[in-house]
């Protein structure tokens, strides 16, 4: 009996994607190890668990073997290659180590705004558990502000009552 062809998307469960990128990893390094060995090839996999853990494989040690002249050939063949692939996405590929920079820059900006969204996130909390228990509010000024509020959304509500009673007065004219 054959293997039942598995949809690919993504898992919506934290868990059951943690528990699937555990099973399956063993057999993707498995096969990058068999790869390197049967065609003879430099290989690097890197991978990073669901959590945000990563994990490397690298075939053959080749690369630590060439001499000080191999690794600065290689090394220079690899950016012209990097280069070209920024290119095509429309980046400064002719300055890597300026971009590389540019996103540590970008890395930095997103995690301040990721703090201040933290923050406003914590402060709105901190409002949804007074309103969820108004008597336990002991600042006067939370109160006049809560107060204020409720008055403010009883005028809409007494306005959208109004609009909608006189649509319905205008349903019945004959």
Known sequence: MGRKKLDIARLDSVKARQVKYSKRKVGLLKKAKELSILCDVDLAVVMFSPSGKPTHFVGHD???KLSLDDREQ?????????EKAYEKLNLDGGDLENHTIDRREQLGVQTQQLNELKKKLFEKKELLRDWKNPYNVESLEKIK???D???TTLYKLKDLKFE???REIEGWSF
């Open 74 to 82: 290689r090394k220079a063949y690899t950016m012209k290659a990097l």
């Open 149 to 151: 509020h409720l008055q």
């Open 164 to 166: 909608l009673s006189e």
């Open 62 to 64: 080749k690369f630590c």
């Open 145 to 147: 502000i809560m107060e």
